[in-house]
């Protein structure tokens, strides 16, 4: 809470005329109220929902930190304050002076009575009504985006980034910045963005891992925030066409470690959030304690015995198919943790992948897989650090070596054991907070068929 003056005996007309830098030292945050149950309180915002009944408007305020009932009686307030409380459109910006007062009846059992009320922007009928379908809102995103729903979304996800930038961080991680336009894919050609470079091809980055596996040679633990791009002709929940993706390598570590430091990561994330965040969970139908039920170690699955599951289910998948969203469903719909699907067959699994000693079919890769079927959404491998395993891949997977000349280089030059993973930040927020979709977990989703807002 910031030091604000007092307001005895202040009027709103003066205390605005002097203009925001004045106005501002007497503002008051919706959240902030609690603490001043009996004082009188400046307050600005916009108007989330009104009514009237009889002598009295109800103007339900927002400002980003939370909603609170503002009551104007019209016997406490001037004429045209009066006339002014009753002219409001939702998304007109208000200043107000009132009293914090307890009320069982308001919403959040706190109610500000209104001394003085006054209009900074009245604007139009807003576009946004109850009842809108999730297209409407799409296209309205760019006022939508301003709803108390998505703004709580938009504080979740900032503060899941930081539980994990403040996991790493503490484990002696350095953030680096990987490029985002780059020479060739990191996962499989059939998703990239191409980009006129000068007179050249270059396309957008599918994944920072290629450049970050270049710099644990220098530093041994390093993971980068950054948006990864897949041109996903696809129409899915789990799919954009770009998301934001933390990603980190680790030198020396085996695919066992890769898995440990992961599904700690996880456990931290709902730990940090159920306990930071009951208000936001509960409101999107989470209960907080699903997230504090998480806990390590998790179940690690062979793809070989996920597919006899499957088939047990009823979903007949061959050695080799990809396990797509309903196969990803079927196998988790029940389950209360989650689950590491592990060496998948390596045709298709990406190049830098590494064989796996014990069953060659297969690679060392996991992908973490949420609970109540929401799927992938840590993805990870021990790497191919071996210069003529790698070789042996790129052949296989019919890439082209000339791409992959400094990354092949890699093994050239002080080659070690390292693993990596990353992380999809959207896919997390869908999860924590049961969104339908996954559009919903970035502020201006970008789709197949969306790129406005
Ligand atoms: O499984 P992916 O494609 O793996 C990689 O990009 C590796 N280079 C990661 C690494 O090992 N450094 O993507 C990683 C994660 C997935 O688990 C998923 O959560 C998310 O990124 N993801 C997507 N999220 C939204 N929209 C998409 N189209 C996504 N594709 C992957
Ligand atoms: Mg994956």
């Not at 807003?126 to 709803?147: A, G, V, Y």
């Not at 599904?263 to 959030?273: K, M």
């Not at 988790?332 to 064989?355: G, H, S, W």
Request: charged fraction near 30%.
């Amino acid at each position: 809470m910031k030091d604000e003056k007092s307001l005895k005996s202040v009027h709103l007309s003066s205390l605005l005329e002097k203009g925001l830098e004045h106005s501002e030292k007497y503002a008051t945050s919706v959240s902030d109220l609690r603490k001043k149950i009996g004082e009188e309180v400046f307050l600005r915002g916009w108007v989330y929902r009104h009514r009237r009944t009889g002598n009295m408007a109800f103007v339900v305020l927002r400002d980003g930190t939370g909603i609170v009932q503002c009551s104007v009686n019209k016997d406490n307030v001037k004429p045209d304050e009066w006339e002014s409380a009753n002219d409001l459109y939702i998304d007109s910006v208000v200043n107000l002076i009132g009293e914090v007062r307890e009320d069982d009846r308001a919403p959040d059992g706190i109610e500000v009575q209104v001394r003085e009320f006054g209009v900074a922007f009245k604007g139009e009928p807003f576009p946004i009504t109850k009842d809108q379908s999730t297209e409407f809102l799409l296209d309205m995103r760019h006022l939508w985006i301003r709803s108390p729903k998505m703004i709580d979304i938009l504080k979740l996800k900032a503060s899941v980034i930081n539980d994990i930038r403040g996991f790493l961080d503490e484990k002696g991680f350095l953030e680096v910045q990987p490029p985002l336009i780059t020479g060739s894919a990191a996962e499989g050609g059939a998703t990239l963005f191409e980009v006129n470079y000068f007179d050249r091809k270059a396309y957008l980055s599918q994944s920072g891992q290629l450049y970050l596996e270049a710099v644990i040679n220098g530093y041994p633990l390093v993971y980068g925030f950054a948006p990864s791009f897949r041109a996903e002709p696809s129409r899915t929940p789990r799919h954009l066409a770009e998301f934001w993706q933390l990603e980190a390598e680790m030198a020396f570590y085996n695919q066992d470690m890769n898995m440990k430091l992961q599904e700690q990561i996880l456990e931290h994330v709902a730990h940090s959030e159920a306990k930071n965040h009951p208000d936001i969970l509960k409101r999107f139908g989470r209960d907080p304690q699903d997230l504090l039920d998480i806990q390590t170690p998790f179940e690690r699955m062979k793809y070989e015995k996920a597919l006899d599951i499957l088939k047990e289910k009823g979903l007949d998948v061959k050695w080799s198919d990809g396990l797509g969203m309903d196969e990803e469903k079927a196998l988790m719909q029940d389950r209360k943790q989650p689950v590491f699907l592990t060496n998948q067959p390596k045709e298709i699994r990406a190049f830098y992948m590494r064989i796996n000693p014990d069953d060659p079919r297969t690679v060392l890769d996991a992908d973490l897989l949420a609970p109540e079927g929401i799927g992938e959404i840590f993805g990870g491998s021990e790497r191919v650090s071996d210069y003529d395993e790698l070789m042996g891949r790129i052949k296989e997977q019919n890439l082209k070596e000339e791409d992959y000349q400094w990354y092949i280089d890699l093994r050239k030059y002080g080659s070690i054991p390292h693993s990596g993973f990353g992380i999809g930040s959207e896919r997390v927020v869908r999860w924590i907070l049961k969104l339908d979709s996954i559009r919903d977990a970035i502020p201006f989703p970008r789709t197949m068929n969306r790129i406005s807002p």
